[in-house]
């Protein structure tokens, strides 16, 4: 082929690949404009669902009724994420506007840097109260059903003057918050921040997953750490005690709590031990007897479990790796009677 035959091919190539690229271009942009769901939400007594969209890097609040109906309620700042939406007694809600994690690699980690409020919002939206202002990492929030007050999980919190910088080994903290903003250490835990934190009725005793070391935890025992079900009673947080299985090596990382029946229903994983794949599913313990019961047959790995009021349904988020080294989250719920599992629209309609 002579040089003008080449580079006519050449440039072909180049119009080509410079083709392509712009379309990579507007079909990642396309991506990241569509609004996509966060994993966070939360369901509330009466049926309601709240839960957290982004679109161009910003994420926003949504409230959906009974009826279906779907409704923004608030916006946080730009590059700012929104975590663990609660609704409160009254019917508004609360939830946590904060930085997010440090982009540092662990070991470098200034949790203590970073900015978390939470915010109380009209589940009408408009009407918006900051009742706490914080530095550090607030992770989750809790209802407490029986009195007027959020348990809160954060690592490195203060609400004290301004932070030391450097690397402070991780410690994270529960906390009591009241509205008049009365902010009160629980307990704290080295090493460990709990997780999948639920409350009982009566507002004294909360539920947790966490790793059993977690009261003198090394290197090495860290590698045979097994995350256990541990319950703590609130006024005397001192008192901590397993709840599952104390010989079990199979660890656990999700539980809800069907306090009226004694019974818990947990994640674990099916075939531990066995080599391949993990299967994870999630299944019934009860706590009067100490036996593992049926599984739901789920036969997925979930995050965020919570069930409804009546304790009928189950919600659980489902998080998929995409080729673009993206997630994506989606929500389900499944019905504990008949065993069905259902996905759940999330629709953005406007304010």
């Known amino acids: 082929m002579n040089k003008k035959g080449m580079l006519i091919v050449f440039g072909f190539i180049a119009v080509v690949t410079a083709g392509l690229a712009a379309a990579g271009g507007m079909v990642e942009s396309s991506e990241n404009t569509k609004p996509s769901f966060t994993g966070e939400y939360n369901i509330g007594p009466d049926g309601r669902l709240a839960y ?198 199979v660890p656990i990382s999700e539980v809800v709590w069907m306090e009226d029946k004694n019974k818990l229903l947990y994640q674990t994983i099916m075939n531990y031990g066995e080599g391949g794949l993990y299967e994870y599913d999630m299944v019934s313990y009860d706590r009067a007897s100490g036996e593992e019961g049926d599984r739901l047959h789920i036969n997925d790995s979930v995050q965020h479990a919570q069930l409804s009021g009546d304790n009928t349904l189950l919600y659980y988020v489902k998080e998929t790796s995409e080729a673009n080294q993206s997630e994506t989250f989606e929500l389900f719920r499944y019905h504990l009677e008949s065993g069905e599992e259902e996905k759940m629209e999330l629709p953005r309609n406007k304010r």
């Open 52 to 249: 957290v969209m982004e679109s161009d890097d910003r994420q926003e609040l949504y409230v959906k009724g009974r009826e279906g109906e779907s409704l923004g309620v608030y916006t946080a700042g730009e590059s700012q994420k929104l975590w663990s939406p609660v609704f409160n007694e009254n019917g508004d809600l609360s939830v946590v506007e904060t930085t997010g994690y440090p982009e540092a690699p662990p070991g470098k980690q200034e949790f203590q840097l970073e900015y978390s409020d939470i915010h109380t919002i009209s589940a009408e939206g408009g009407k918006v109260e900051t009742v706490l202002q914080a530095r550090g990492v607030i992770t989750d929030l809790v209802k407490d059903p029986a009195r007027k007050r959020l348990i809160i999980n954060g690592i490195h919190l203060s609400t004290q003057g301004e932070p030391e910088e450097g690397f402070m080994p991780f410690s994270s903290s529960l906390y009591t918050l009241k509205p008049d903003g009365d902010f009160e250490e629980i307990r704290s835990f080295e090493t460990y921040s709990p997780g999948s934190l639920s409350i009982a009725e009566n507002g004294k005793r909360m539920l947790m997953v966490l790793a059993d070391d977690y009261e003198n935890a090394t290197p090495d025992s860290m590698f045979e750490a097994v995350q256990r079900i541990y319950e703590m009673n609130i006024e005397k947080p001192e008192e901590m005690k397993v709840i599952s299985d104390k010989n079990s090596k």
